[in-house]
């Protein structure tokens, strides 16, 4: 149990005119005041700011003890104030962001602010945590970015599911799982926003090897045949490089180069029959065209 020692009153403006007992406890090297109803850095109670903003506002007076104590308790006053998700949003800071990245955590609204760039890409995002978490899932609001429609409704809808898988049980469960328990969900909607941001700008075509988003995102893609395609892998193709791969023989068994998964795409619901069939015609076509051309010649 760390020593208590009781210190004086030290009215100020804003404060309330009564006193109330005030401790000073020194407990892992820093100072922090505790009243009966409030947790301030200076021996009185707050009624209209909250402490950082009190310490901002007082006077030459006590201006030195201010900057002080304000640096010593910072970190402690948000740990306290935000529980353990306040340690959640360091693990994110520590494991995934980089000194490119930003995140600003406004605790009054309980929302954490994260922009995430890659190059000259970007995705800036607002995590909505609510009272009951992680009980309740965190929300995902989109505030800013210059990634194509596409790949931002991937986004937003996937860290979505993520974040309502961590706290709603699954429709088929099955018999040997234990009972389900709600997890928190900032760390793995963050990790999966992070880790899209960082990858898709830089990632290649499997089968040209060439990247398929602009190093610079306002530069439009006039070609439609180098324009981006997203497999259900998660893996980004060029459009022409996808449609020659899937369209000529053999037409089973087609997998994803870099993952080995099965290729699965809206525009090529085909089946290999058909498409072989409609191949076998395409070249039969071919071989009499070029036979009329070699009698002409």
């Known amino acids: 149990m760390p020593d208590v020692k009781k210190i004086n009153h030290i009215p100020i403006e804003n404060a309330t005119s009564h006193k109330i007992d005030n401790y000073i406890l020194q407990a892992n090297q820093h100072v922090v005041l505790h009243t009966n109803d409030t947790q301030s850095i200076f021996p009185w109670t707050l009624e209209d700011y909250g402490t950082i903003q009190n310490c901002l506002r007082v006077g030459d007076r006590y201006k030195e003890q201010c900057d002080t104590r304000h ?3 910072h970190p402690l006053y948000l740990k306290d104030s935000c529980g353990w998700r306040y340690e959640e949003i360091l693990s994110v800071k520590k494991k995934l962001l980089t000194s490119d990245d930003t995140v600003v955590l406004k605790q009054a609204t309980s929302k954490v602010v ?3 760039s890659q190059e000259q890409y970007f995705m800036q995002f607002v995590l909505v945590v609510p009272e009951e978490y992680p009980i309740k899932q965190v929300k995902i609001e989109l505030e800013d970015h210059n990634f194509p429609e ?3 409704v991937n986004f937003i809808s996937q860290a979505t599911e993520i974040a309502r898988k961590c706290v709603q ?4 469960k099955k018999p040997k799982d234990p009972p389900f328990e709600p997890q928190p969900s900032v760390l793995p909607v963050v990790k999966f926003l992070v880790e899209s941001v960082k990858k898709f700008p830089v990632m290649c075509c499997p089968l040209c090897k060439e990247r398929v988003l602009p190093q610079n995102p306002s530069e439009p893609v006039t070609d439609k045949r180098r324009r981006m395609e997203k497999l259900y892998c998660g893996h980004l193709f060029h459009f022409i490089c996808l449609y020659k791969y899937i369209k000529t023989p ?3 068994g087609k997998i994803c180069p870099d993952c080995g998964n099965a290729i699965y795409h809206d525009k090529f619901k085909l089946s290999p029959q058909l498409m072989e069939a409609r191949w076998a015609h395409k070249q039969a076509r071919q071989r009499e065209l070029d036979e009329v051309v070699d ?3």
């Open 295 to 297: 009698f002409l010649e």
């Open 150 to 152: 596409i790949l931002k």
């Open 114 to 116: 994260y922009r995430i």
């Open 250 to 252: 053999p037409f089973t």
């Open 169 to 172: 049980p699954p429709i088929k």
């Open 71 to 73: 640096s010593l308790i």
